[in-house]
């Protein structure tokens, strides 16, 4: 009679825990300051950036791919030549965060790490093109000009 019992509570079990792993893979969240892009197995990257809430995607077939859209730091060191081809070290902190109506586009082509894989190289080539109009002298004294030509750079 007891092992009966034991049976049935270890069925019962089982299917309860089979119907929480279900449900579990059809609910996920997108936290505050991101937003996700989904990947539909049969169709590809849908064009929609999905906001902060739960949401129930088709378990299997859709999965998410959340971003952080808040701002980020991000530090690059350079050594550089100036002007009068003196070696400069400067490091510039760049802001930056993604476009989310471009979510599904970057997803696509550069994936989730388009930080680190877009704005070293940018960064470090666009520096060093500003740099070099400057001699050391001018590099000091002038903060402000290189600052407002660096920031305008990067904008466009």
């Known amino acids: 009679m007891a092992a009966k019992v034991f049976v049935s509570i270890g069925k019962f079990g089982?299917?309860?825990a089979v119907a929480g792993s279900m449900l579990n893979s059809a609910l996920y969240n997108v936290d505050a300051g991101h937003r996700a892009v989904v990947f539909d197995r049969f169709c590809g990257v849908q064009d929609i950036v999905v906001g902060e809430r739960t949401h129930f995607p088709i378990p299997w077939v859709q999965k998410p791919i959340i971003f952080d859209c808040r701002s980020r730091p991000h530090n690059v060191p350079v050594i550089t030549g100036s002007k009068d081809l003196q070696n400069v070290n400067i490091t510039l902190r760049i802001l930056s965060w993604?476009?989310?109506?471009q979510l599904p586009c970057i997803f696509t082509s550069i994936r989730e790490d388009f930080d680190e894989r877009v704005l070293p190289s940018n960064t470090t080539k666009m520096l060093k093109s500003v740099?070099?109009?400057f001699d050391a002298g001018e590099l000091i004294t002038q903060r402000e000009l290189l600052s407002r030509q660096v920031s305008d750079n990067l904008t466009k």
Do not use: F, G, H
């Open 14 to 16: 089982l299917a309860l």
């Open 98 to 101: 993604p476009v989310t109506s």
């Open 131 to 133: 740099v070099s109009r």
